[in-house]
């Protein structure tokens, strides 16, 4: 119930493409959606975030788009570069817990 | 940089060994977590402190204990290792007293269990 589930483990895109992440959710609780971006040897950062009452949130080249009723979310990357290479993280808020996605591996080619 | 300090970076120890991780968190902050990343995994969050105080227990096993000292940074202690341990184990702060999306991450300290 608590759980996060994020697809696809592994993404392989071309510089200038568009990289869609997924994630989906049980828990009705959940109040705060926020994605996280982290770069090997770094932690985590965050990256955007969105509330449940708000369908999509787009900051420069990032957007979360926020279905309520199917209980999934997803980062879009637009015009990917290979700087954006890293793992990413969806996760989900609820009674201030944190439940994180088992993160996305994005690598972007030239 | 996020201003969240951790040491060691990397540490190889064996089965049955006890070790301490220690987290400086951003200067203000009051509330330290702790995560474990495993291998094709995700973030578990194991247990945070806030002003000195537990504040909340995630999936922490009895084996592994953490406190918060006065001066606010935090050490995450783990004993009779097992090789099942190896992990990067991150520290994370913030000002709020609860879980927050806000949280800084550090570096994290890359644990070799052998």
Redesign the interface.
Known sequence: QQQVK?SP?SLIVQKGGISIINCAYENTAFD?F?WYQQFP??????LI?IRPDVSEKKEGRFTISFNKSAKQFSLHIMDSQPGDSATY?C?A?VS????????TRLQVFP | D?G?TQTPKHLITATGQRVTLRCSPRSGDLSVYWYQQSL??????LIQYYNGEER?K?NILERFSAQQFPDLHSELNLSSLELGDSALY?C?SSARG???????????TRLTVV
């Not at chain 1, 201030?96 to 993160?103: V, Y």
């Open positions: 994020q483990q705060y926020p040897g770094k932690g985590p950062a965050l975030a993280f996760a808020r201030d817990k944190l439940i994180f996605g088992t993160g | 996020s969240v094709d995994q995700g973030l578990q969050f909340a995630g991150f994370a609860v879980q927050s999306a806000e949280a800084f991450f550090g570096q994290g």
